[in-house]
């Protein structure tokens, strides 16, 4: 009940490309549903954010898309480029209690 | 503001051989937390501190102790190290426990020979 499940493991795209990473989860207890970017040599950073109560965020070229019904979530990059190559975490976190990371999807965008 | 900071950056050690990886941040959050990162296994938590003073186990605590030493810091130790713990170790912290925002550090590349 506590797993996020995330697909797919790895992603290759040509620049331009729309980019999709799925989340679903089980826990209905769940408040916020945030997204990491993770680049080579570095520590996971925050994306982007969604609370369940919106079917859609979008922050410059990212988008997250939310199905509450269906317990689904997922991210899109719009107009991808080489620069945002890099290993995508979907999340999901309970009001004081843990987040719970999806396993990663690693994407690599073409020149 | 120099956020989430970690050393060593790289570390080997000898089966059997201890050390400690330590941790600060410097936004006064309350939360600290300790990951490890596995190619194909995501993140996964080892200890977490909810506040100054208390500590419990993650998903994955067996040959690991944590000191929360104060507000600002929390230190990973390994008393006996294996080969199953070479990977790449993880610090981040949180205004609150549960707080979808979480800072991490830049983590330690940790092999075990």
């Known amino acids: 009940q506590q797993q996020v499940k995330q697909s797919p493991q790895s992603l290759i795209v040509q620049k331009g490309g729309i980019p999709i990473i799925n989340c679903a989860y089980e826990?209905?207890?769940?408040?916020?549903f945030p997204w990491y970017q993770q680049f080579p040599g570095k520590g996971p950073a925050l994306l982007i954010a969604?609370?369940?109560?919106?079917s859609e965020k979008k922050e410059g070229r990212f988008t997250i898309s939310f199905n509450k019904s269906a317990k689904q979530f997922s991210l899109h990059i719009m107009d991808s480029q080489p620069g945002d190559s890099a290993t995508y975490f979907c999340?999901?976190?309970?009001?004081?209690?843990?987040?719970?990371f999806g396993k990663g999807t690693r994407l690599h965008i073409l020149p | 503001n120099a956020g989430v900071t970690q050393t060593p950056k790289f570390q080997v050690l000898k089966t059997g051989q201890s050390m400690t990886l330590q941790c600060a941040q410097d936004?006064?959050?309350?939360?600290m937390y300790w990951y490890r990162q596995d190619p194909g296994m995501g993140l996964r938590l080892i200890y977490y501190?909810?506040?100054?003073?208390?500590?419990d186990k993650g998903e994955v605590p067996n040959g690991y102790n944590v000191s929360r030493l104060n507000k600002r810091e929390f230190s990973l130790r390994l008393e006996s190290a294996a080969p199953s713990q070479t990977s790449v170790y993880f610090c981040?912290?949180?205004?609150?426990?549960?707080?979808?925002?979480?800072?991490f550090g830049p983590g330690t590349r940790l092999t075990v020979t």
């Open positions: 981040a912290s949180s205004a609150r426990q549960g707080f979808y925002e979480q800072y």
């Open positions: 826990n209905t207890a769940f408040d916020y």
């Open positions: 969604i609370r369940p109560d919106v």
């Open positions: 999340a999901a976190s309970n009001r004081d209690d843990k987040i719970i």
């Open positions: 936004m006064n959050h309350n939360s």
């Open positions: 501190s909810a506040s100054e003073g208390t500590t």
